[in-house]
């Protein structure tokens, strides 16, 4: 894999941005209104890191319009728990909104114009019917090809199938969905805390053929925030990157690698100056089970061609050569939409600070990756210890 | 008989849409207009068990490369029997591809799977047999 080169001496001029302190709600079908998801996550992260009040405010959430009602969300939710007076910006980009936020919280502290900033993501959508919800994220696909019904799943068929016919089994595909449950089973803030087994995954009903339920992550509420700050603290953001790609599937030119994921990677290595070997653990977007196989190539944390048979021998697994998702991931801690990108980045802080009993990983890089929409606008991010 | 579809091309990087795009998604110029012809390969497919609002389950979803270039999405009536790499002929109706040969009977099955206003639907079925129809005097013609 090659790197970026560094934007002349642009990322020399910038500060360096650290994270002071961290918190998530549990993840599930949840009953609060969203607005108090946030505040509990962003008071939590507040609380942890030690501070009162930040000099700016980045919200994420992917649609509230449509699954609450509500508008002008920034304000509503910045009002909602107790900060009226701090600038506030709300970031949005499909799935992987939690993620954008926190590049531009990073970017407020980098250019000087922020010295403390809070990041917090949440969506609420349990109280819809499926069929309306996965209407509704389907909004995130092309319009015209949104006409044939197509929807995430479908799109991710779609890839699987492609995939499959590369030489991926069934298997190395249903391993992802067992080892991520098994780790959820170990986070008591996850969706699902229960282990699962191959025979379930491949005995579970068809979605879109060849992708099963157990393949796919779950309708989810939740949130979760992070307290960005100039001052150092034991973990630093030592790279973040985005990758783009066209919106409709048939401009796209590979089915089995997202081309934003690899973009991703590829800027986000370049800032942090090293490559994937140094990265100890990671937190993937497995929205379905696939995904997290091809993205652990597109980001080069495994060669082309071998991350499922690495799945298949435990190399992923807790206690493997390379722990992928020890939350759980996207299927068993759940996919609150807009929180999931932060939700990443607060297992990978805990991870940093040794602050996860029974599925602590011996860490001092971490790095999440967050996919918005079908793949058009990925984040990859790197933290450190130091 | 394979009929041609209307798309657009890229001058600078010969990306060819359908159906015809106004801008290139990768470069900011203006497509030109061209034709491709409606058969090609799959290149991957579905069938959505748990459609969105407003379809019906079974909901047969195909990505096929055409022949001159273009890739796009399309519904069929059935994918059983279908593999990556099989050949199949595209038919649009009004601006949506429907991929394989399929006789009157089914094709108004599986035009009426995709919902919509009944309306819609019974167009859908009408041009279709009319475009056969049509199809069938030039060729007695010719």
Redesign the interface.
């Known amino acids: 894999m090659t790197f970026g080169d560094p934007p002349g001496n642009l990322w020399a001029a910038m500060r360096d941005v650290w994270i002071a302190g961290a918190d998530m709600t549990r993840v599930g079908r949840l009953q609060d209104p969203l607005q108090d998801l946030m505040a509990v996550a962003t008071h939590g992260a507040l609380q942890s890191a030690d501070r009162e009040l930040p000099d700016s405010i980045v919200v994420a959430t992917m649609n509230p319009e449509e699954f609450l009602g509500d508008g002008n969300f920034a304000s509503n939710v910045a009002t909602h728990m107790g900060f009226a007076n701090v600038p506030v910006v709300r970031v949005e980009t499909a799935t992987s909104s939690g993620a954008a936020a926190f590049y531009a919280g990073f970017a407020q502290i980098a250019s000087g114009l922020a010295d403390t900033v809070v990041v917090v993501g949440g969506e609420k959508m349990t109280h819809l019917p499926t069929p309306k919800v996965s209407e509704l994220i389907g909004r995130s696909l092309d319009p015209y090809e949104r006409s044939y019904g197509t929807t995430m799943p479908a799109f991710a068929a779609l890839v699987t199938r492609a995939l499959m016919a590369r030489g991926v089994t069934e298997r190395e595909i249903a391993q992802v969905a067992v080892k991520n449950h098994a780790n959820g089973a170990r986070n008591p803030l996850a969706h699902f805390r229960e282990e699962i087994t191959p025979e379930m995954v491949l005995g579970s009903r068809m979605v879109a053929d060849p992708l099963r339920l157990f393949h796919c992550c779950p309708i989810s509420d939740g949130a979760a925030a992070i307290v960005l700050t100039a001052e150092r603290t034991t973990v630093r953001v030592a790279g973040v990157g985005q990758g783009t790609d066209a919106l409709a599937l048939r401009h796209r030119e590979s089915l089995t690698s997202f081309r934003a994921t690899q973009a991703a990677a590829s800027a986000a290595f370049a800032m942090a100056g090293f490559g994937p070997e140094r990265v100890d653990v990671a937190e993937i977007h497995d929205a379905f089970a696939p995904f997290e196989l091809i993205s652990l190539e597109d980001i080069g944390l495994f060669p082309p061609g071998k991350a499922g048979s690495a799945t298949l021998d435990g190399e992923t697994a807790l206690g493997g050569r390379l722990p992928i998702n020890p939350s759980g991931g996207l299927k068993a801690r759940g996919h609150p939409l807009a929180a999931t990108g932060l939700a990443q980045m607060v297992e990978c802080f805990w991870q940093l600070t040794g602050s996860v009993p029974r599925r602590q990983v011996q860490c001092s890089v971490a790095l999440a990756q967050s996919i918005g929409g079908p793949g058009t606008n990925n984040w990859v991010t790197i933290l450190e210890s130091r | 008989m394979i009929e041609h579809l209307a798309a657009s091309r890229c001058p600078q990087c010969r990306?060819v849409?359908?159906?015809p795009s106004r801008w290139c998604?990768?470069h900011p110029v203006e497509m030109t207009p061209t034709s491709v012809m409606g058969g090609g390969e799959v290149?991957?497919?579905?069938?959505?068990?748990?459609?969105?609002?407003?379809?019906r389950s079974p909901?047969h979803?195909a990505?096929v490369d055409l022949v001159g270039g273009?890739?796009?999405?399309?519904?069929g009536d059935k994918?059983q029997g279908l593999k990556?790499g099989s050949w199949v002929a595209i038919e649009a109706v009004g601006?949506?591809y429907y991929f394989s040969h399929l006789g009157a009977l089914d094709r108004a099955r599986l035009f009426w799977r995709?919902a919509g206003r009944a309306g819609e639907r019974m167009s859908a079925i009408a041009q279709s047999l009319a475009k056969r129809a049509w199809k069938g005097r030039l060729r007695g013609e010719s």
């Not at chain 2, 497919?45 to 379809?55: A, W």
């Not at chain 2, 273009?70 to 519904?75: E, G, K, P, T, Y």
């Open positions: 990306l849409a359908a159906p998604p990768r290149v991957s497919f579905t069938t959505l068990l748990s459609p969105p609002e407003g379809f909901l979803i990505l273009a890739r796009l999405v399309c519904h994918t990556i601006n949506i995709r």
